[in-house]
Structure formats: structure tokens, C-alpha cells
């Protein structure tokens, strides 16, 4: 292996060989490394031959004499395209999306890209050349915003301010769930949040997961971003309680027990309670079947194309392997198998058929239940609604991988490097698309997996938007730190998101904590994505930063899922925790933790009090007496167009949903809430909160 080679293709293939650490260190890629991702990434380098030939396929893709299926601008701007050399001199035509064409001619002597007169609407227009076409997505020149949604509202003291609330769907408790939270529970808390004068209501990932394999339960994890986690439906939505009933009863008589037991437990049981939801839901669609009317789920197939169709195979398929003791991951499957669009996928399909369409039914329930959720949230009066999350990536072993085989990478897993938080990097097993294959494709598998967030929400959280730039991938079974940054096409991806986010009305928050490339937190902001600031990072050199020197392009909150809650940080229990499962920074010790603690319990006091959130003497170092109603004050109190205060501070809790790095030893992603959710919101400790919010915040209805 040529080293210069190597290095040569990396740089063409957007992979970078040198990247800086969180404490500003300039780190080297290895060659090799280097060489097991570009052969990850279908671009082999073990030869001269093969260098060449890598990078003569990376020429056919992104030359600027290739003509791409799609290129993407903003309105009022030229549009620049590329591969028009043998158009010169000819006439083109551009189809506008919603009607009407600009009819136009290339230059006599076309350049390898030339640029095309603005176009005033946004939209994925259509450029015929000769036999020719390409789609112009034509994107706004920033995403649908908070004061967008507030339009005809009077909100936060009129300065357009309003406040939400965040919430582990799975952990949500009420009578009747069965062990998981569910789309009723929450719909239930959207009206509840709304009465309070919350405008948005952020929720983890539903995406959908393995139903063969319960066990498999990180929403951050899942199967596909496509489609939706079928354990969130109530089954007594399907077709009603009576059915509920029967259903119950022909399951035997420990059904209706059980159910009621896994009911009551402090941590969800996934194997448990996700079984026997998943038998619930059978019965149910066999009651379905026989009472014949299936025009609305017709109507749902037809509209899921094959998005739905391809899941649905997928998860009859891994069922069928593993329940007969072989692999339920699809790079194992014999090769006929491992085609979604195969004859062996095909005959399987049709031998399967009830088992196929019981999938299809539960994605059909899925989707009603959350589109539910978001017109309840709405129609209560918030003007955002439901904010859903898109994870980063998918499981390489997952349905979106097996259907999208094309645009999506085999064999590298999404990470991130040693940073301070982790001393170790991080490497999630979760597959990303290839830059090189979404543009070959004109980004059709990212589009459809934008719109599948937007579908029923008011509101997305893009998880770890950095990938939007780079990502850290990691050749499968290696450390994290054999890992390396590759170059996405940001722009693109930022147009694309941006003309989603207005053609679904809906706001974008990207999750933009960790190690931050220069510049970044300004382009996402100048294209209307919100950031994220979180007040246990809103440090400078050992002082917390007041309310005023918080950032206006972003939203504001306490903590997230993989931080400590405020009780819990003001107490020490992340350090407890780190303390037991040895994931205390390198070099630290116990003792070392918590006098740092200490020292920034003061620090925080002191910023609480200078902004007349807090006074007196700093409360005890107890989660009971954690000053949350001055934290509350304190965050609402930002210029930050969203203050989102997570359920865990809403009610005080001490414990956090996940702790990153662990995944037996703590129960992540099982934590449910000690309350149901018909009185969660009432009790007078935390309405109090929430009032606190609203004094600065609040939003009324339209005017």
C-alpha cells in the first residue's frame, strides 16, 4: 500500500487525515485506518491499480462534467450546475413544481457548470435538457422558525419567547398502558403541557426498531428512520377497549394480568411488556381482518410506497430467521435474500403474505397514533406541537440499511472521538449514507427519511447535526480511535432541510453540543436551524454565563437525556455513578470529581444570584434541595426564542434516561416517571415551575 496514494484518494473522497481535538490538539489519521474506511466506502486503495481506479469512479461521480440528478439552491439566488458542457448553445426548459415553466437557452460556449437565472418559489422544480432532466430543489434561504409558527399570536411578553417541554415518550405512565408509554399517554401530556402554556412538546426518537428482537430497545439504536416503533401504540386505540378486551381473553387468563403488572414496575421490562404488546396487536389485526372493511389501510399501503412495503418484508424476514435459530442481521442472509428488490425477497413476500401485512398494520397504527398526538397538541393551542427526533444513523444490521443498500455505508459505524466527555470516542454501530452514493441518487433515500420526521410533528431535532458536516466514522470492530472525519455536502443538506422544514411548517433544532468546527454554529444559524445550549456547558473560564450572554439562535434548557438532570448534578449522583462504572475522566479520581463540583455548585449560585434568580446562601449539595425554580427562572429568562425544560426537572427527579458508555450496567432508556401522566403536570411543585416559564413566555391563542 502506497501511503501518498491513500492519502491522495482520502482527500478526493472528502476524508480527512488530520482533525484537533477538544483541547486543541492536532491529531493524525493512520494509513491504514485510513485505507479500511476508503474500502468501507467502496473505494479500495490496497494497490496502485486500485488507488487508480478509485479514483477514477470518484471522477465519474462528482466531476464537474458529471450532470447530477439533483442540485440544490435558494430562492432568488443563481443556480449553479454542473455537467452542461454538451448543452451549449441548446435550449432548456424549467417545470415549476406548483405550475408554470422558465424557458431559457446555455451559453454558445458552456463552461463544465454554468449558472442558471434565480427562481423566485421555493420548491423541486424540474430541468429538461435534451433528453435530460434534473430536479432543482430551490430551497428558502432559512428553515421554518419560531416566530414563523407564532404568526397571529401575541408571545413572550411580546417578544416572540415561548417555552416547551421535554419527555422520554417510553417513560410516560397512565392507567391501561401495559408497561410502555404510549401515543394515548402522551397525547394525554400534550394537553395537559398546553393548559400549562407550553408551546412545544419534544419527545425521543420513534423511530422504528426490531419487533423480532425486543431486547434491541435504545431509541437512539433503531431499525430504520423511515417508519415508526410500533410499541408505542395502545391497543385500545386499534378498535377499541371491547376488542382490547377480547383479545385480552383469548391470550388466556394471565394476559390481562400480566399486562397489569408490567404496569406497575419502577423500569420498563422490553422482553416483557414489548411481547406481549406485540401478541395484543396480533389479535387485534386478526379481528380486523375478519370485520373486512381495509379501505383506509389500503390507502395507507398505497401511500407508503415502498418505504412501508420494504420495512414490513424486512420484518417478517428477520422474524422468520430468527425464530429459526439463524441471523436476524441481513448481511448474513443468503444473497437472494440480502436484495430487497430480488425474486427470492419477492416469492418470500407473497409465501408470507398475512405476516407482511400484520407489519404493514402496525405501521399503519403507528402513524395514526402520532399523527394523533400532534393534532391533539395542536388544537390545545400550541402553536408548535410535537418536536420528534432523527437519530443520526440506523443499525448497518436494521431495515433502513437492507432497503437503502445503495446510499447507505457498509461496514463503518457513526462515532465520535475522544473528547472531553468521553476520554474514550464513541462508536454507536449505526450505519450512514455515503456522500458520494446521495449525490450519484440525487439524495432520494435523504429526502424520504426528512419527510418521514417532518410527517407529524411541528418540529425536528436533527441528533448530532454535525454529521450534516462531518462525520467520525469507524471501521466495524475497531476502537474509536481508529476513526476519521468524512466531508458531507453540507450545503446540500442544509437546503434540503430547509425547503422540508417550510413545506412542512415546521421548526428544525440541531443538537450541536461536542467538538464544534470553526464556523459552524454560524452557518447552521444563518440557515435558521436552532442550536442547542445547555446550561451545565455555559461555562468561561470557571464562571457560568448570565442569561443575557446566551445565544438568540438557540434553544435553552437544563440538561439533556445523556446529562445529569439538575437534582442530580447539584447532588453528585452522576459522579456516584461514574465513580461505580469507572468512567471517571482520565486522571481524575473520586475526591477530585467532587470537589470540581463543588467549586462549580458555587459558581452556578453565584450566577443564579447575580441575574436575581437566587439569593442567600447556596442550598445543600441534596437533590431535594437543588435550587431548581431559580434554574427554571434563569433559563426562561435567555433570549433563546425555545426554553425547553426536560420532564425530569419539571418534577426534580435525581436520575438521568441514559448514561453514555453503559449499557447493562444502568438502566438506560427504562426509567419511567413515578407519576401517571393525568396528574403529572398538576402537582403544585411543579406547576409552579411551569409557571415560572410561562411569566416570561407565555403564548396565547390566535388572534
Known amino acids: 500500500m502506497n501511503d501518498t496514494e491513500v492519502f491522495n484518494l482520502a482527500r478526493a473522497s472528502g476524508l480527512a487525515r488530520e482533525w484537533t481535538s477538544a483541547k486543541g490538539e492536532q491529531m493524525q489519521v493512520a494509513p491504514e485506518a485510513l485505507a479500511a474506511i476508503l474500502e468501507a466506502l467502496g473505494l479500495p486503495c490496497a494497490t496502485d491499480e486500485q488507488c487508480r481506479d478509485s479514483q477514477r469512479r470518484l471522477a465519474e461521480i462528482q466531476g464537474e462534467d458529471v450532470l447530477p440528478p439533483l442540485v440544490t439552491g435558494v430562492v432568488g439566488k443563481p443556480l449553479r450546475v454542473p455537467g452542461v458542457r454538451t448543452f451549449a448553445g441548446k435550449n432548456y426548459r424549467i417545470e ?16 463544465a457548470a454554468v449558472e442558471l437565472p434565480p427562481i423566485d418559489r421555493y420548491g423541486y422544480h424540474r430541468l429538461l435538457a435534451g433528453e435530460r432532466e434534473v430536479t432543482l430543489a430551490v430551497a428558502p434561504q432559512r428553515c421554518f422558525g419560531v416566530a414563523d409558527a407564532l404568526q397571529g399570536r401575541q408571545c413572550g411578553n411580546g417578544d416572540g419567547r415561548v ?33 400549562h402554556g407550553a408551546s412545544a412538546l419534544a419527545i425521543s426518537p420513534v423511530h422504528a426498531m426490531f419487533s423480532a428482537d425486543v431486547t434491541r430497545f435504545s431509541p437512539y439504536s433503531p431499525s430504520s428512520r423511515l417508519l415508526f416503533n410500533v410499541l408505542h401504540i395502545d391497543p385500545a386505540s386499534v378498535l377499541g377497549p371491547d376488542a382490547l378486551a377480547t383479545a385480552l381473553a383469548s391470550l388466556g387468563d394471565d394476559a390481562a394480568s400480566n399486562m397489569a403488572r408490567l404496569e406497575q414496575e419502577e423500569f420498563i421490562n422490553w422482553p416483557a411488556a414489548g411481547v406481549l404488546r406485540l401478541m395484543v396487536l396480533r389479535r387485534l389485526f386478526e379481528q380486523f381482518n375478519a370485520a373486512g372493511n381495509q379501505t383506509e389501510f389500503a390507502a395507507f399501503r398505497a401511500q407508503g410506497g415502498t418505504a412501508v412495503q420494504d420495512h414490513a418484508r424486512f420484518e417478517a424476514l428477520h422474524a422468520w430467521r430468527m425464530a429459526n435459530g439463524e441471523s436476524g442481521d441481513w448481511r448474513t442472509w443468503p444473497e437472494g435474500l440480502r436484495n430487497p428488490r430480488g425474486t427470492a ?3 418470500f413476500a407473497h409465501a408470507h403474505a398475512p405476516e407482511v401485512a400484520f407489519h404493514e398494520f402496525l405501521q399503519w397504527q403507528a402513524a395514526r397514533g402520532l399523527s394523533g398526538v400532534q393534532k391533539d397538541a395542536r388544537e390545545a393551542g400550541m402553536p408548535i406541537g410535537l418536536i420528534t427526533d432523527l437519530a443520526v444513523g440506523a443499525d448497518n444490521g436494521g431495515s433502513q440499511a437492507w432497503s437503502r443498500q445503495a446510499e447507505i455505508i457498509n461496514g463503518l459505524s457513526v462515532g465520535a472521538p475522544p473528547d472531553i466527555l468521553n476520554t474514550r470516542g464513541q462508536s454507536w454501530g449505526l450505519g450512514a449514507f455515503s456522500p458520494q452514493a446521495m449525490k450519484a441518487k440525487g439524495f432520494g433515500a435523504y429526502i424520504e427519511m426528512l419527510r418521514a420526521a417532518f410527517a407529524h410533528a411541528g418540529g425536528v431535532r436533527i441528533d448530532h447535526v ?57 452557518i447552521i444559524a444563518e440557515h435558521g436551524l436552532l442550536g442547542i445550549r445547555v446550561l451545565l456547558f455555559q461555562q468561561h473560564n470557571g464562571r457560568f454565563l448570565s442569561p443575557g450572554e446566551w445565544s438568540g439562535d438557540a434553544i435553552a434548557t437544563t440538561t439533556t437525556h445523556d446529562l445529569p438532570t439538575i437534582a442530580g448534578w447539584w447532588q453528585g449522583r452522576d459522579i456516584d455513578w461514574a465513580a461505580q462504572l469507572d468512567l471517571l475522566e482520565r486522571g481524575k479520581s473520586d475526591a477530585d470529581a467532587r470537589h470540581q463540583r ?106
Request: some cysteine; hydrophobic content about 40%; proline content about 8%.
Open 345 to 347: 425477497v419477492e416469492e
Open 598 to 703: 463543588e467549586r462549580d455548585r458555587m459558581a452556578l449560585w453565584q450566577s443564579l444570584k447575580d441575574a436575581g434568580c437566587g439569593s442567600g446562601n447556596a442550598p445543600e449539595a441534596r437533590a431535594d434541595c437543588a435550587p431548581l425554580d431559580d434554574v427554571i427562572g434563569f433559563i426562561a429568562a435567555t433570549p433563546a426564542p425555545l426554553a425547553m425544560l426536560p420532564i425530569e426537572d419539571a418534577l426534580g427527579l435525581p436520575e438521568q434516561p441514559n448514561i453514555p458508555g453503559t449499557i447493562e450496567t444502568h438502566p438506560n432508556w427504562r426509567r419511567r416517571l413515578p407519576q401517571t401522566v393525568d396528574s403529572l403536570l398538576d402537582a403544585p411543585t411543579v406547576a409552579k415551575r411551569l409557571a415560572i416559564l410561562n411569566r416570561a413566555r407565555s403564548c396565547g391563542k390566535m388572534s
Open 163 to 195: 417555552w416547551g417541554l421535554g419527555v422520554q415518550l417510553y417513560s410516560l405512565r397512565r392507567h391501561g398502558d401495559g408497561g410502555i408509554g404510549d401515543f394515548t399517554a402522551l397525547s394525554q401530556l400534550a394537553r395537559s403541557a398546553a393548559s
Open 466 to 522: 454535525l454529521g450534516l458536516s462531518r462525520l467520525w466514522l469507524v471501521p466495524q470492530g475497531e476502537s474509536p480511535e481508529q476513526g476519521a472525519y468524512l466531508k458531507y455536502p453540507m450545503y446540500d443538506l442544509l437546503h434540503l432541510i430547509a425547503l422540508e422544514s417550510w413545506r412542512h411548517r415546521a421548526i428544525v433544532i440541531g443538537e450541536d453540543l461536542g467538538t464544534v468546527p470553526p464556523g459552524f454554529e454560524r
Open 96 to 111: 415549476l413544481e406548483n405550475g408554470g415553466h422558465v424557458d431559457g437557452r446555455f451559453p454558445d460556449e458552456a463552461a
